[in-house]
């Protein structure tokens, strides 16, 4: 039974470029949700999926948007970067009942 | 809203020795639960373990148990008989228990870096 997958493990961008980063949940959940981990912080909610739809958003511009389709994979897109985007993005899956949140690896995404 | 505080940016501990790790939160909510995740350079977040605000016994996972003092918002980690391989980025977190779209977020503490010396 795979676990949460994330693609790619790192991604290198310039400023002002956009980018796409992608998550597949485990095997039987229908939720994600994205985080933003700085560098030396705890990471910060951005948003969650759920039936295709954003469910909660936490306090992020809307650079930030997503996407989930119906196998309940996931995207997070951002745009018109900055520096201060660069972060590891971790991606977590659960089903939509409170329930554990299983997260993936992260993607490493560093603007320059 | 929630915050989670983790006052101790570093710890360290003799292998085999125990430490514990502090984390307090602030929350008007009754029912919550409480969560420790291990971060390695892996970098993927682990459960390490859970507590149920509405459940007065302290959680137990192996060698791996809190002291959650709801009244003082305080929930700590001990790690007892530490190995090396429980190195890692420890994070406090905070999810409410009440239904509804909103709620289910994780709220994180900044993590402390604990360190096992052989």
């Known amino acids: 039974d795979a676990g949460v997958t994330q693609s790619p493990t790192h991604l290198i961008k310039t400023r002002g470029q956009q980018v796409t980063l992608r998550c597949s949940p485990k095997?039987?959940?229908?939720?994600v949700s994205w985080y933003q981990q700085a560098l030396g912080q705890g990471p910060q909610f951005i948003f969650q999926?759920?039936?295709?739809?954003?469910?909660q958003r936490g306090n992020f511009p809307d650079r930030f948007s997503g996407h989930q389709y119906p196998n309940y994979s996931s995207e997070l897109n951002v745009n018109a970067l900055l520096l201060g985007d660069s972060a590891l993005y971790l991606c977590?899956?659960?089903?939509?009942?409170?329930?554990?949140?299983?997260f993936g690896a992260g993607t490493r995404l560093s603007v320059l | 809203a929630q915050t989670v505080t983790q006052s101790q940016p570093e710890m360290s501990v003799q292998e085999a020795e125990t430490v514990t790790l502090s984390c307090t939160y602030d929350?008007?909510?009754?029912?919550?639960?409480l969560f420790w995740y291990k971060q390695p350079p892996s970098r993927q977040m682990i459960l390490v373990i859970r507590?149920?605000?509405?459940?007065?016994q302290n959680a137990t996972e192996n060698r791996f148990s809190v002291n959650f003092q709801k009244a003082a918002k305080s929930f700590s980690l001990k790690i007892s008989d530490s190995q090396l391989g429980d190195a890692a980025m420890y994070f406090c977190?905070?999810?409410?228990?009440?239904?509804?779209?909103?709620?289910?977020?994780?709220?994180f503490g900044k993590g402390t870096l604990l360190t096992v010396n052989p």
């Open positions: 977590a899956s659960s089903f939509f009942s409170p329930s554990r949140q299983y």
């Open positions: 095997s039987g959940h229908d939720t």
């Open positions: 999926y759920y039936e295709e739809e954003e469910r």
């Open positions: 929350t008007s909510e009754s029912d919550y639960y």
């Open positions: 507590q149920e605000a509405y459940k007065q």
């Open positions: 977190a905070y999810r409410s228990a009440y239904s509804g779209g909103s709620n289910y977020k994780l709220t």
